[in-house]
């Protein structure tokens, strides 16, 4: 049997995907194993910006052997895909089922609150999608700013926090340098 890697986190259905179906033809009797190919018709299970809801399990150790396990859920919006799992910024606030549990106080690894959460975990909201940078992944309405713009220099394709603030009418243009 062979892995497709390039059908991992696809929505297209494997079973009717003509694409999938013309590289196995072409490769029955090869003996390959796995395989990864540029393909026209993949479409990623969640997109860039769009709100989804998330199930996470916290560990907590009570000391000695005995673990317990929590089930927990938060939201958050979608950044890109990084392998078989997707970069996801947590909302801040407690979870969703009402544990009380902060969502800075599970996700410690970093004060941004990302994570990599698995497409099993994950179920889409019916919430708009909101805006993300494409380079530094700064979400739209959260007020922490991870931007590398500065006075001097705006990265191509820039939606930095001062601009959404501005809004289309009042923008400021600003000029790209190359260095």
Not at 8 to 16: F, H, I, L, P, S
Not at 62 to 77: I, K, V, W
Not at 81 to 87: L, N
Not at 106 to 113: E, K, P, R, S, Y
Request: proline share 2%; hydrophobic share 35%.
């Amino acid at each position: 049997m062979t892995h497709y890697a390039s059908c991992t986190n696809c929505a297209v259905d494997k079973a009717t995907c003509q694409r999938r179906k013309e590289i196995a033809d072409g490769l029955r009797g090869l003996s390959v194993y796995s395989i990864k190919f540029r393909c026209a018709d993949r479409k990623a299970l969640f997109h860039q910006g769009q709100r989804i809801s998330f199930h996470w399990t916290l560990w907590d150790k009570c000391g000695g052997y005995d673990e317990a396990t929590t089930r927990l859920q938060f939201s958050g919006t979608v950044l890109r895909e990084s392998g078989a799992k997707f970069i996801v910024q947590v909302d801040h606030g407690i979870d969703v089922h009402g544990e009380g549990v902060e969502a800075k106080d599970v996700f410690t690894q970093n004060d941004q609150l990302l994570v990599r959460v698995r497409p099993a975990d994950m179920r889409a909201l019916d919430e708009p999608a909101k805006r993300v940078c494409g380079t530094c992944f700064w979400v739209e309405g959260v007020a922490e700013d991870r931007c590398y713009r500065n006075g001097y220099y705006t990265p191509g394709g820039c939606v930095s926090p001062a601009e959404v603030a501005l809004g289309a009418s009042g923008r400021e243009e600003t000029k790209e340098y190359a260095f």
